[in-house]
């Protein structure tokens, strides 16, 4: 079983900046991709940025530019860097690992971008 526990959420300001970790633990053979997704109430869940064991980035459309992805893979960590944030960002922020096909997810993790 992978758990994946992630932290960094909370209350920022428009303009402001905040980082998302996450941790993978449990059986992981070998994990192909990490990243992060995000759910606002009332929408989809989309993608907010993935990374591969071997670097290659993708970055949902409003966040490029913005945010920053970032993995350790001896220690199975992913990282989000978040600047610029605006209030469109507020979501639940949903770590995410593939290993062989097997998708994972992590409970999620709340940012509230207000004034």
């Known amino acids: 079983q992978v758990q994946l526990v992630e932290s960094g959420g909370g209350l920022v300001q428009p303009g402001g900046s905040l980082r998302l970790s996450c941790a993978a633990s449990g059986t992981i053979s070998t994990i192909h991709v990490m990243g992060w997704y995000r759910q606002a109430p009332g929408k989809q869940r989309e993608l907010v940025a993935t990374?591969?064991?071997?670097?290659?980035?993708n970055y949902g459309d409003s966040m490029k530019g913005r945010f920053t992805i970032s993995s350790d893979n001896a220690k199975n960590t992913v990282d989000l860097q978040m600047n610029s944030l605006k209030p469109e960002d507020t979501a639940v922020y949903y770590c995410y690992l593939n290993s062989w096909g097997h998708n994972y997810w992590g409970q999620g993790t709340q940012l509230t971008v207000t004034s």
């Open positions: 990374i591969t064991d071997r670097g290659r980035t």
